[in-house]
């Protein structure tokens, strides 16, 4: 059976549950942490939550692909991509 998907009002609703706050707040502090998030990693800073993780622009190389429709080869631009990498003690509690 597949896991449950926790969406973003889910996360409004636990926040508000564990933090003691409406779930309008909450959803201030979900959205103001997204937003640090995204304009952190946008201008290519990382963010180390220790022990949860760290977010991470990682630069992805040009390379040659294939259009599997045609097979045609095509050249794949070189680009930057998030990521994140999960903590010790996140890791812990999933294993």
Excluded: Y
Aim: no cysteine; charged share 35%.
């Amino acid at each position: 059976m597949p896991a449950k998907v926790v969406g973003k009002k889910d996360l409004i609703d636990s926040i508000a549950e564990k933090g003691g706050l409406t779930k309008k707040k909450a959803e201030v502090v979900l959205n103001a942490f997204l937003d640090v998030v995204t304009e952190n990693l946008s201008q290519g800073n990382a963010i180390r939550i220790i022990p949860f993780g760290s977010f991470e622009v990682k630069e992805r190389a040009g390379r040659k692909g294939r259009n599997p429709k045609t097979g045609e080869e095509i050249k794949i631009e070189a680009r930057k991509v998030p990521v994140f990498k999960a903590g010790k003690g996140l890791k812990d509690v999933v294993n």
